[in-house]
């Protein structure tokens, strides 16, 4: 069955690690047609847009997009591109797997934790940003609603009943921000009643840190606001290695971004070095969604296997590998 999506190929290294994950789904013949679409600084160069129209509408006709890593240029449009496709397509789920692989240098093993994280609204996405005429107050409004926690809440119940998990820990600060957090986590309670199956646990953002960090095998799925999940996403992805292996899902009713969470790194971009793990995985994530789960299930086991073995690997992974090369070793296995 033949499925057009949107590829965004990106800025910095984006283009090299799109071009090794396009290559690898090719070869595993999924009947995947792509509209290449452009969003970023390439876009800005091109168009003197950031996000044409033209891409917008592709998402829109497509619902499913594959994105490399943006550039917002300094002083330009938007304060993020990402913020920005979350709010115009009403992306409120980001889901973030963090799994161990083999021969990383992860000081842990054994990790498969899933942050969900509310996407559209909280502290930040920056609504009410403002500076005193002096320079010396600035201020910033954060938003809840009972809706956006209500969806995002059940939307990671529902996850972690699809996947077989156990436990949702829902993450918050309601001791102090008695108002937004605690409306979060008020509505929280409500909805983990409609799942009596799944164990539901309660911790403060600050413990949930130190927790990750001394035992993290307690955690199965976490479900937060938008700025703590940006926060423990990023110290999920530390403890499997770091974001190279770290992917992303935008998940809404009408469309869903799938990506590589990392940056552009215009420092390593086009020595042909840059490790196309986050990339694959978010493909992995996309395939899932697409309701493909076998093939999503082959890609990773391909890429596991092809790092046991120490094939091909780039650089940040211990190898003397490229990122075609490291490519063509998992699509080899694929094939196999």
Same mark, same amino acid.
């Given at each position: 069955?033949?499925q @057009?999506?949107a590829? /965004?190929?990106?800025d910095?290294?984006?283009?090299e690690?799109?071009d090794?994950t396009l290559e690898?789904?090719d070869?595993?013949?999924l009947g995947?047609?792509y509209e290449f679409?452009?969003?970023g ?5 091109a168009?003197?847009?950031l996000?044409p129209?033209k891409t %917008?509408?592709a998402?829109?006709?497509?619902r499913v997009? %594959?994105k490399s890593? %943006?550039?917002t240029?300094v ?5 993020s591109?990402?913020?920005e496709?979350?709010?115009r ?7 973030r797997?963090? /799994?161990?692989?083999p021969?990383t240098?992860a000081?842990?093993s054994?990790?498969? /934790? ?12 920056g ?5 005193s005429e ?6 910033l409004?954060?938003?809840v609603t ?15 009943r699809?996947?077989g ?6 993450v ?9 957090s605690?409306?979060?986590?008020? @509505?929280?309670?409500l909805v983990?009643a409609?799942?009596p ?5 309660e911790?403060i953002?600050?413990n949930?840190c130190?927790?990750l960090?001394?035992r993290?095998?307690?955690f199965?799925?976490i479900?937060?606001?938008?700025l703590f999940?940006d926060?423990?996403?990023?110290l999920?992805?530390g ?6 292996l770290a ?7 009408d469309a869903a971004?799938f990506?590589?969470?990392?940056g552009?790194?215009?420092?390593i971009?086009?020595k042909g070095i ?5 990339l694959l995985?978010g493909?992995?994530?996309?395939l899932g ?6 093939d999503a299930?082959r890609l990773r086991?391909?890429?596991v296997s092809t ?7 780039t650089p ?6 490229t ?11 694929l094939?196999g």
């Amino acid at each position: 069955m033949s499925q @057009t999506i949107a590829v /965004i190929r990106g800025d910095g290294i984006g283009p090299e690690i799109m071009d090794a994950t396009l290559e690898v789904l090719d070869r595993m013949k999924l009947g995947l047609q792509y509209e290449f679409v452009e969003a970023g600084l390439r876009a800005f160069e091109a168009t003197g847009e950031l996000l044409p129209e033209k891409t %917008l509408e592709a998402i829109r006709r497509h619902r499913v997009a %594959l994105k490399s890593p %943006l550039t917002t240029p300094v002083g330009e449009g938007f304060s993020s591109i990402n913020v920005e496709l979350r709010k115009r397509f009403d992306l409120y789920a980001n889901v973030r797997p963090a /799994i161990s692989f083999p021969n990383t240098q992860a000081r842990y093993s054994g990790i498969d /934790i899933i942050t969900v994280r509310e996407n559209t609204e909280g502290a930040y996405v920056g609504e009410g940003q403002s500076l005193s005429e002096d320079g010396e107050v600035a201020t910033l409004t954060q938003r809840v609603t009972r809706r956006g926690s209500e969806r995002i809440v059940r939307f990671a119940f529902d996850l972690a009943r699809q996947q077989g998990r156990r436990k949702v820990t829902v993450v918050h600060k309601a001791n102090i921000l008695k108002s937004t957090s605690g409306l979060f986590l008020r @509505t929280a309670r409500l909805v983990a009643a409609d799942y009596p199956d799944i164990q539901c646990n309660e911790m403060i953002v600050d413990n949930t840190c130190m927790q990750l960090v001394m035992r993290p095998e307690q955690f199965d799925v976490i479900v937060t606001t938008n700025l703590f999940g940006d926060i423990i996403s990023d110290l999920c992805a530390g403890l499997v290695g770091g974001l190279g292996l770290a992917p992303g899902a935008n998940i809404g009713r009408d469309a869903a971004i799938f990506e590589a969470v990392h940056g552009s790194a215009p420092d390593i971009a086009g020595k042909g070095i840059a490790n196309p793990c986050a990339l694959l995985l978010g493909a992995a994530q996309m395939l899932g969604h697409l309701g493909r789960e076998e093939d999503a299930r082959r890609l990773r086991r391909a890429i596991v296997s092809t790092m046991e073995a120490r094939d091909r690997l780039t650089p940040d992974l211990g190898g003397t590998g490229t990122t075609r090369s490291f490519a063509e070793a998992i699509a080899e296995r694929l094939e196999g």
